[in-house]
């Protein structure tokens, strides 16, 4: 319901919309709620996956060390650890861009704007 409030009808009426998280973050969230680690193959996982196809995603890659540091509200750097390991799994499963997110803020910029140029022209 919040996809297609927040984002569907809008992408309907022409607007790019930026997501923080979204549909991956869901799937990671899911596969390590209920541990299972071939959630693409359910139902729920074939909606999401569609979800996924019908936008454009970019993995912002940072180690757990980094982040751990840059957030307070993390339990533990294992906790990290495994959320890293499985979005990676899943960025490279679909095929999705990683870029580093431990380099400095202009080369993560400029890597993001390359990868959405070269997406989608209509961002020109």
């Given at each position: 319901?919040?996809y297609?409030?927040?984002?569907?009808?809008?992408?309907?009426?022409?607007?790019?919309?930026?997501?923080?998280r979204f549909?991956?973050?869901?799937?990671?969230?899911l596969?390590?709620?209920?541990?299972k680690?071939?959630?693409?193959?359910?139902a729920?996982?074939?909606f999401?996956?569609?979800?996924?196809?019908?936008?454009?995603?970019?993995v912002?890659?940072?180690?757990?060390?980094?982040?751990?540091?840059?957030?307070?509200?993390?339990?533990?750097?294992?906790?990290?650890?495994?959320?890293?390991?499985s979005?990676?799994?899943?960025?490279q499963?679909?095929?999705?861009?990683?870029i580093?997110?431990?380099?400095?803020?202009?080369?993560?910029?400029?890597?993001?704007?390359?990868?959405?140029?070269?997406?989608d022209?209509?961002?020109?």
């Amino acid at each position: 319901m919040h996809y297609l409030l927040r984002v569907k009808i809008r992408r309907g009426l022409g607007y790019q919309i930026l997501c923080d998280r979204f549909v991956l973050d869901a799937i990671v969230d899911l596969i390590h709620d209920t541990n299972k680690y071939d959630i693409l193959g359910t139902a729920i996982g074939k909606f999401l996956s569609d979800l996924l196809k019908q936008s454009m995603i970019i993995v912002l890659d940072v180690n757990e060390y980094e982040a751990f540091r840059r957030k307070e509200d993390i339990p533990s750097i294992d906790y990290l650890r495994a959320r890293r390991a499985s979005y990676l799994r899943l960025a490279q499963a679909i095929e999705l861009p990683i870029i580093d997110g431990n380099k400095k803020p202009e080369e993560v910029h400029q890597a993001i704007l390359d990868k959405v140029m070269s997406h989608d022209k209509t961002f020109c």
